[in-house]
C-alpha cells in the first residue's frame, strides 16, 4: 500500500449557514495552480488524442493558417491597395494572434461540459479544466507562431527592440484566457445557448477586429477602436511586432482595463457559484 | 480525530434544461415528495432530506436502500463532490473514494499511462508515481497490456486496473460504492484480500450497497436510507432485517 499525500490528515468543514464562498474559492485557485502538471498532462493528451492517426496532426493547423495567409494576403492586398510587404506581416500576426484568440474563446465555452465526468467523481479543482483548456490552446498555437519569423525574413522585416514588448502582451493574452475559461466554462455549462451566442460574436468580431484591413484605413474613426476589447488585446501583440511602435497609450490601458474587467467579472462568478457547477455540468 | 459529522445535511439537485413545461408541470402534479420548485421556481428534486449522523473512527458503516435513496448522493457528498445546500457537514481525515472506477481514465491511452495520469489526479510527487505504476502493475496482472490503450480492454481487464489504481491507496475514510464486486473469479480472491486489508487499514469505511451479505460481512452498522431520509440506524442485523420486513 501506498502512503501518498492523501494519508496526511485533512479536514473538510462545510457550514451551508456559513459557506466561506471566498475562502474555498482561493483554496480551488491555489490548489489548481499547484497541480499545473495535471493540467499540461491532460492538455497534451488533449491534443495527441484529437490528431490520433493523423499523418501531419497538429500541423494541419499550421498549413490552413498558411492557406488563408496566401489566399487572403494576394487578395486583400489588392483589394486595399497595398504592397504585399506591408501587407503580408501585418495578416501574417494579426491572423495568428486571433486564431488563438478564437480558439481560446471558443473552447472555453467547453471546460467544464467536457470534464463533466472528472467533476462528477473526483475532487479536482475547477482552475484544472481551465488550465487544461489555456494550455491545449497554447500548444496549438505554438504550431502556428513560426509562419511569424518566416513571413517576417521573406519579406525583410525586421521588427525593432520594441518588440519585447509584445511579451507582456502575450501574459495579457493567457490571463484573459485563462479568465475566459473559468468564466465561460462556468455559464455555458448552466445556460446551453452561451456557446452558439459566442460562436456567433466570434464571427462578428472577427470582421469588426482590423485583422484582414488595417486601422489607419479608418482614418478619423480610428479613436473608436480601443472601445473593441479583441482590438486592445490584439494589439498589445502586433503593435509591437509590426509597426515598430508599443501599440499607444491608449490601447494599452484599454486592454488592462479589459483584462482587469473580465478577471474581475470571471473570479466573482467563480467565488459565487464554485459549490453549484458539479450540479451544472 | 478521523471522524464525519453531518448535521442537517440537505442535497438539492436542481432540474436544468427541462425542455418543455408540461414536463415540469407533470412532475409537480404527481404531487412527489421529492420533487418540487423552490423560491426561484426552479424544480429541484431533495436528494438528501436533514441527514444527522456521526461516524466515528473504527465504524464499518453500509449504506441501504433502495435505488435513488440517496446512497450514492450521500457518497459524493462525503467526499466534496456535491456541496450541500443545507446543513454542516466536517469531515476529518484523508478521502478516498472508488465511487466510479472509470472516473478521469482517458481511453486513448494504455494502462500504464492512465495510471500516470492517476497519479497526477492525486497529486503524488515522481517517486510515488513510480511505486504506485509498480504496485498497479504487479497486482492488476495484465501482463503486456499494460502498455495498451485501455479502449482495447475487455470489460474484466478494465475492472482490474480500475480497481488496482483505485485501491493502491490507503486512506483514512474509505468511501465506496459497490461497483468492485465484478471481475473474474480468480480476480476477484485477489480482490478481496486487498480490500480486506484497505478496509481494515482505514479508519472509517463507508459502502453504499445492494447487497445485504457485503453488508453483514463488512459492517458494523447501517444506516437505511429511504428517499432522501434516514428510515434506520444503527446495528447491521437489525436495520437490514427491519427493512427487508418492511419490503
Known amino acids: 500500500m501506498l502512503a501518498g499525500p492523501l494519508s496526511l490528515p485533512e479536514t473538510f468543514a462545510f457550514d451551508a449557514a456559513a459557506p466561506r464562498r471566498g475562502e474555498m474559492a482561493r483554496a480551488d485557485l491555489r490548489d489548481g495552480f499547484a497541480s499545473w502538471r495535471l493540467a499540461w498532462a491532460l492538455a497534451r493528451l488533449d491534443l495527441r488524442n484529437r490528431y490520433r492517426g493523423s499523418v501531419i496532426g497538429p500541423f494541419w493547423m499550421t498549413l490552413s493558417t498558411l492557406l488563408m495567409l496566401v489566399g487572403l494576403g494576394l487578395l486583400y492586398a ?40 472528472v467533476i462528477r467523481q473526483l475532487r479536482v479543482p ?37 518588440a519585447v514588448l509584445a511579451l507582456p502582451g502575450l501574459a495579457l493574452l493567457l490571463l484573459n484566457a485563462f479568465s475566459a475559461s ?13 456557446g452558439p451566442i459566442v460562436a456567433n460574436v466570434m464571427q462578428l468580431a472577427f470582421f469588426l477586429t482590423p485583422i484582414l484591413w488595417k486601422p489607419e484605413l479608418l482614418k478619423d474613426a480610428a479613436v473608436w477602436l480601443p472601445l473593441n476589447p479583441f482590438y486592445a488585446v490584439l494589439e498589445t501583440l502586433r503593435g509591437p511586432l509590426v509597426e515598430g511602435h508599443a501599440g499607444g497609450l491608449t490601447v494599452w490601458v484599454a486592454a488592462i482595463l479589459y ?8 473570479y466573482a462568478f467563480f467565488v459565487r457559484f464554485r459549490g453549484r457547477l458539479a450540479f451544472w455540468v | 480525530m478521523v471522524q464525519i459529522e453531518a448535521q442537517g445535511l440537505r442535497v438539492e439537485f436542481p432540474l436544468y434544461h427541462l425542455g418543455a413545461r408540461s414536463l415540469k408541470k407533470r412532475l409537480l ?49 462525503l467526499a466534496g463532490i456535491y456541496e450541500p445546500v443545507g446543513g454542516r457537514l466536517l469531515i476529518e481525515g484523508s478521502v478516498g473514494s472508488l465511487i466510479d472506477p472509470a472516473a478521469g481514465m482517458d481511453h486513448d491511452s494504455t494502462g500504464r499511462e492512465n495510471v500516470r495520469l492517476r497519479a497526477l489526479y492525486r497529486n503524488l510527487d515522481p517517486d510515488a ?50 461497483w468492485f464486486m465484478a471481475g473474474d473469479a480468480a480476480f476477484m480472491e485477489k480482490a478481496e484480500a486487498r480490500l480486506a486489508n484497505l478496509v481494515s487499514g482505514a479508519d472509517i469505511l463507508v459502502i453504499a450497497t445492494h447487497d445485504m451479505t457485503i453488508a453483514r460481512r463488512w459492517c458494523t452498522r447501517a444506516i437505511h436510507l429511504d428517499a432522501g431520509q434516514i428510515v434506520a440506524d444503527g446495528p447491521v442485523e437489525p436495520v437490514i432485517e427491519a427493512m427487508l420486513a418492511q419490503g
Open chain 1, 259 to 266: 483584462s482587469a474587467l473580465l478577471g474581475g467579472l470571471a
Open chain 1, 182 to 194: 473559468m468564466l465561460l466554462g462556468m455559464i455555458c455549462a448552466r445556460f446551453r445557448d452561451i
Open chain 2, 129 to 178: 508515481q513510480d511505486v504506485l505504476e509498480k504496485e498497479v502493475a504487479d497486482f492488476a496482472g495484465l501482463g503486456e497490456f499494460m502498455d495498451v490503450p485501455i479502449k482495447s480492454y475487455s470489460a474484466g481487464m478494465s475492472i482490474r486496473l480500475a480497481f488496482a489504481i483505485a485501491t493502491a491507496m490507503q486512506p483514512q475514510i474509505l468511501l465506496m460504492d459497490e
Open chain 1, 126 to 162: 475547477f482552475t484544472v479544466h481551465a488550465l487544461r483548456s489555456v494550455f491545449r490552446n497554447g500548444l496549438t498555437a505554438a504550431h502556428s507562431l513560426p509562419l511569424i519569423p518566416i513571413v517576417f525574413l521573406a519579406f525583410g522585416h525586421l521588427p525593432g527592440p520594441e
Open chain 1, 78 to 117: 489588392r483589394l486595399l491597395g497595398l504592397s504585399l510587404g506591408e501587407y503580408l506581416p501585418h495578416l501574417t500576426v494579426s491572423l495568428v494572434v486571433w486564431n488563438v484568440i478564437a480558439g481560446m474563446v471558443t473552447d472555453a465555452c467547453t471546460t467544464m461540459t467536457t470534464a463533466e465526468g
Open chain 2, 29 to 77: 402534479a404527481r404531487a412527489a415528495a421529492r420533487v418540487r420548485t423552490d423560491e426561484s421556481n426552479r424544480v429541484v428534486v431533495s436528494a438528501l432530506r436533514d441527514l444527522d449522523f456521526r461516524i466515528a473512527s473504527g465504524e464499518r458503516v453500509a449504506l441501504i436502500g433502495r435505488n435513488g435513496a440517496g446512497k450514492t448522493t450521500l457518497l459524493r457528498s
